[in-house]
């Protein structure tokens, strides 16, 4: 089946129609009525619809200044619904890569300029520029070696190829495009398996270098389809490679979902000089729950005894007074000064009582690192996490504070859904200190037995211990400890009634966390391998690959939770699935 890259027919927006007419502009010739294309440019053109189709590409031509712009359209519908929102995609929408060329010159002439966007995705399309700038770097690159003598032989015998095999060989997602590449040898594909029915990874070894995602492609089929290739493998593992010098991540349990800037400090100082903070403004007024939720994980984490092992990773905060410094510094921490800017942060429901600006200037009045702090905060978050409405909240947990919690990139989610058609998946129960979450939403779930990681016995083995049953993570988590009480289901029910049922005010005061007193504990899904260790109702994954968090609670003093809630329960799975479901459509 051809791949569909029409543009969509519904849109409501005036300057978005504008540019949909524009996007399909037909070409313009020369004053004398001809095309002057170079005839390497022609055959790279008909290289790429040979290949790709005819709605894969929009050319417009301008003769008269001899210059031609390209568009290739990138279908990105095979990134997961959950994936495509953390990463503000639109999946049902292609990703144009434009290229400008000097028309009767082609590779013999200028740089070609590049842009990338989603006509109507204006908005806080990071991985657009993250795209953009890596494409930037292979264009500029590639073009010191190009001209067009040396890509006829090349294009000659891949045309008659490519013609010989085209019909039922159409490449039809960007996943499946990596099969043409000299791929990592730990990727097996399978083209029965995977997300939303596309080919997808599957594991075979121990994971290879990152930078295997920057092969170049072959350049049989010229310089268009190698861009496409390149761009198609390169989308599915943005999030593991820093959005400023584009080298990969270091992280314990490997990459995490969102795209993020490494700690390497020549690019914390571009990341944070330049500007590309301004996102953090969105947040505190689209989700101030879920930022009042990393702050007070944050806090947490700072407050440890155990603070200098899993207060991890530690900012790394450029001085406002003094762009030339760090006023934090993971390789001279202080964790007083920290504490100092953390409790000059502002509370985040007073934050929504007026604009950003004015915030920022109260905040810098208090302690001017305590704005350049919130930001780090937000932004170093790598995992996706979004407030559950009351109405899609999983009602036996009986917590207000519930969110949807996914921090798997796209290559484990797809290896997760492999595994997942191959021997079923079940749910379970993860509970962990307070104060070990601000490291797990930026590291993800890590196999910390025996390592300095861990807190509580290895008695079952190395692995990441879940229970189906929520009073055994409960403890895990500290709940039932302190201040904390195991209350009956009966009063249980009572306290969450009375939440619903009290003022506005209240109801305002219940979206964020009031108590310094919280225990947190996560949903997740698990793979039911033959790995899976089961000792009665402690599970125990040697496999981090085969563990995804999907749903975090929190608790506050006297908001404890049921301490018999069992996931296999089939009432109990049904309604884990239907808010599942519910949240995959909405968001």
């Not at 004398?32 to 170079?38: N, P």
Request: a neutral charge; one cysteine or more.
């Amino acid at each position: 089946m051809e791949q569909d890259l029409t543009w969509p027919t519904d849109e409501s927006d005036g300057e978005a129609e504008a540019e949909s007419e524009e996007f399909c502009f037909p070409s313009q010739l020369g004053e004398d009525g001809e095309s002057h294309r170079h005839p390497q440019l022609e055959a790279d053109i008909e290289m790429l619809k040979e290949k790709y189709g005819e709605n894969a590409i929009v050319i417009r031509e301008y003769g008269s200044i001899d210059d031609i712009s390209i568009d290739l359209l990138v279908n990105v519908s095979f990134l997961d619904d959950e994936i495509a929102t953390a990463w503000k995609v639109l999946s049902n929408e292609a990703i144009v890569i434009r290229l400008h060329f000097c028309l009767s010159q082609y590779l013999d002439g200028p740089d070609p300029s590049v842009e990338v966007f989603q006509p109507s995705n204006k908005d806080n399309f990071g991985i657009g520029l993250q795209l953009k700038k890596v494409l930037r770097t292979f264009v500029s690159q590639q073009w010191k070696h190009l001209n067009n003598e040396s890509l006829q032989n090349q294009h000659s015998k891949g045309l008659n190829l490519l013609r010989s095999n085209r019909i039922g060989k159409k490449l039809r997602s960007p996943l499946s495009l990596l099969t043409h590449l000299h791929r990592p040898q730990n990727f097996l594909f399978h083209p029965d398996v995977g997300m939303r029915g596309k080919r997808s990874l599957e594991p075979d070894g121990p994971p290879q270098h990152a930078n295997a995602a920057k092969t170049l492609p072959t350049l049989e089929h010229g310089f268009l389809v190698q861009t496409m290739l390149y761009a198609t493998q390169r989308i599915p593992t943005l999030n593991e490679f820093c959005v400023v010098c584009d080298e990969p991540h270091v992280f314990q349990n490997g990459p995490m979902l969102k795209p993020a800037v490494c700690a390497r400090e020549l690019c914390v100082f571009a990341f944070q000089t330049l500007g590309v903070m301004t996102g953090a403004a969105a947040e505190v007024a689209t989700g101030p729950e879920v930022v009042d939720l990393l702050l007070a994980m944050c806090r947490s984490a700072l407050e440890s005894p155990r603070k200098s092992i899993i207060f991890d990773p530690y900012p790394s905060v450029v001085d406002p007074n003094d762009h030339k410094s760090l006023a934090f510094n993971p390789k001279k921490k202080n964790y007083e000064r920290l504490q100092k800017a953390l409790d000059s942060i502002m509370s985040i429901r007073e934050m929504t009582q007026g604009s950003y600006m004015d915030i920022k200037k109260q905040m810098d009045k208090q302690d001017h690192l305590a704005h350049p702090l919130l930001q780090w905060v937000i932004s170093s978050n790598r995992s996706h996490i979004v407030k559950l409405h009351s109405s899609r909240q999983l009602s036996f947990m009986h917590t207000p504070h519930q969110f949807l919690l996914l921090s798997s990139p796209p290559a484990k989610e797809a290896r997760f859904r492999a595994a997942k058609k191959l021997y079923g998946s079940s749910f379970a129960f993860h509970g962990s200190h307070t104060e070990n979450w601000h490291s797990i939403l930026r590291n993800g779930l890590v196999n910390a037995s025996y390592t300095k990681l861990q807190l509580h016995g290895a008695a079952y083995g190395k692995g990441i211990y879940l229970s189906p049953i929520s009073s055994i993570s409960f403890g895990y988590s500290g709940m039932g400890k302190g201040q904390h009480r195991m209350e009956s289901k009966n009063k249980l029910v009572q306290n969450c009634n009375r939440l619903l049922t009290t003022s506005q005010m209240k109801m305002l005061q219940a979206r964020f966390l009031q108590s310094r007193n919280l225990n947190c504990i996560a949903l997740c899904e698990v793979i039911t391998s033959k790995d899976l260790q089961k000792h009665g109702n402690i599970w125990v994954c040697p496999m981090s690959d085969h563990v995804c968090t999907r749903f975090f609670f929190v608790y506050e003093d006297g908001q404890v939770g049921d301490a018999n809630i069992n996931t296999q329960d089939h009432k109990v799975q049904v309604e884990i699935l239907r808010i599942l479901g519910t949240q995959s459509l909405s968001l």
